[in-house]
């Protein structure tokens, strides 16, 4: 079945430095790939996605590119703020699916320090 | 612009309770309708899918049911409550395969 591996947590950073969260997957055609992100205590939000290959999904300073040779998803952003600590959660849809049946990652928790 | 609402936020139970979590979207019309969960210190794990009005997809057996009466009302439910139940439950939306969530609700089963 399809699965996606997130590099184990937690992260401690300082404030503007650089983050890369790595995220792998195993999944059957072409997936679509996501990055949501979990503040404290919230639900999840998208932060970004690709649907084929070498697409690069990017929102708020972060970018991730799909790359099918490697079947990876790296979450990168050039310089972290403190605001950035949260949960990162790396996830695939089933390629030729219409709905949400999405597989998550076990989650990256981030701590960024002043 | 879409938004999806549920409740109640936290909520704390006996074993061997009735649960029932609620859920609306709004700025829609059918959309897909999902119920996820996210056990402590675990990733999500979808529960059930519905992409319509009394359609639902159970994903793995357990001692929960969904029920979608209207459109964009999603509920879940269960008759008597576990301990293994407790968890962070979300609910979410989705046109294609792109989904959105809630806010979640924090279940406490003693």
């Known amino acids: 079945g399809d699965s996606v591996t997130q590099m184990e947590g937690p992260v401690t950073l300082s404030e503007e430095a650089f983050l890369t969260i790595n995220c792998t997957y195993t999944a059957t055609g072409y997936p679509s790939l996501f990055w949501y992100v979990q503040y404290p205590g919230e639900g999840l939000q998208l932060l970004l996605k690709a649907t084929k290959a070498d697409d690069k999904g990017s929102n708020k300073g972060f970018e991730a590119t799909y790359r099918k040779e490697t079947t990876s998803f790296h979450l990168e952003k050039g310089s972290v703020q403190v605001s950035d600590s949260a949960v990162y959660f790396c996830a695939l849809s089933p390629g030729g699916t219409s709905y949400g049946k999405l597989t998550f990652g076990q989650g990256t928790i981030l701590t960024v320090h002043p | 612009s879409q938004t999806i609402h549920q409740w109640p936020a936290t909520l704390v139970q006996p074993v061997g309770s009735p649960l029932s979590l609620e859920c609306t979207v709004e700025g829609t019309s059918n959309p897909n309708l999902y119920w996820y969960r996210q056990a402590a210190g675990r990733g999500l794990q979808l529960l059930f899918y519905?992409?319509?009005?009394?359609?639902i997809s159970s994903e793995v057996p357990q001692n929960l049911s969904a029920s979608r009466p209207q459109d964009r009302q999603f509920i879940l439910s269960s008759k008597k409550l576990l301990l293994s139940d407790s968890g962070f439950y979300l609910c979410?939306?989705?046109?294609?395969?792109?989904?959105?969530f809630g806010e979640g609700s924090w279940l406490t089963v003693v």
């Open positions: 979410a939306w989705g046109p294609g395969n792109t989904i959105y």
């Open positions: 519905s992409v319509g009005i009394g359609q």
